[in-house]
């Protein structure tokens, strides 16, 4: 015969277990499109930026070669826009790269040359090229709306390193693109990307890019280091953010092609 006390304890453990249950329902009820807009937003809100930065581009042989420059940002409803500005060392400064986010189309690059005095339009089929001999694309560089992939499949729960995840996997529209499919891994915490693997067009591993280190500024979560590892000739390029400013009031004109010269 039970006891009050084994019926009560009994009761205790269904409802812990029917709060798990519900709780893991409750994670895979959002898809991964929900997921990677989620993640999207907890990125947004620093309407326009300027950020000092250091790029570090390390060879197979760790030999390290770094460059400073500049970088412009502005949140548009349309699809945001950038402006990098090399600063050092000699035989890249004066170069720049703007950039126009455009949702569901291609986006639109282009690169001023100093010693050319002449400015690039970069096409969408050279877009998997390398950023300035970095491992980032001009595909990486442009900014990564979750609008602009397909997902595939419903987001999956994981543990790596103590550490929860969602992961999921995307595909770029852009039939342009170097990438035939990429992994990202969401914190289930903050909503911020912790790293993704990106695959060529022959399926296999290409690239891992690992948000290093976050932090937040007026409220805005921000990246402050990144790192971008080729995984078939054994390169990396890590961005720093040495210096970050938001929320500046800059206008769409800083972001005409008038400013490339």
């Known amino acids: 015969m039970l006891t009050s006390f084994t019926l009560k304890l009994k009761g205790l453990k269904m409802k812990k277990i029917l709060m798990l249950s519900l709780l893991s329902i409750s994670m895979f009820a959002q898809s991964s ?11 947004s809100g620093y309407e326009s930026s300027v950020s000092d930065t250091t790029m570090l581009l390390t060879n197979a042989q760790g030999v390290q070669n770094v460059r400073k420059l500049q970088m412009k940002k502005l949140e548009n409803i349309e699809g945001d826009k950038s402006l990098l500005i090399f600063l050092h060392p000699s ?23 100093p010693a050319l005095k002449r400015v690039k339009r970069i096409s969408s089929k050279n877009r998997s090229g390398s950023f300035m001999a970095s491992e980032f694309s001009y595909e990486d560089i442009s900014s990564q709306n979750y609008k602009n992939y397909t997902y595939i499949g419903e987001p999956q729960s994981l543990t790596l390193e103590n550490k929860e ?36 067009k022959q399926n296999r591993p290409l690239k891992k890019l690992s948000f290093l280190k976050y932090k937040k500024i007026d409220g805005v979560n921000r990246v402050v280091v990144m790192q971008m590892q080729n995984l078939q000739n054994n390169k990396s390029t890590t961005l720093t953010w040495d210096k970050d400013e938001i929320k500046l009031g ?4 800083e972001f005409s092609k008038r400013e490339l010269k």
């Open 165 to 200: 995840y969602f992961k999921i996997i995307r595909v770029p529209k852009d039939t342009n693109s170097a990438y035939s499919k990429q992994i990202i891994y969401i914190d289930t915490k903050t909503y911020l990307v912790a790293f993704g693997e990106f695959y060529d």
């Open 250 to 253: 800059l206008s769409s004109k």
């Open 91 to 113: 035989d890249v400064k004066g170069t720049k790269l703007l950039s126009f986010e455009r949702i569901g189309e291609d986006d639109k690059q282009w690169l001023y040359l």
């Open 33 to 43: 499109l929900e997921l990677a807009k989620l993640s999207y937003e907890a990125v």
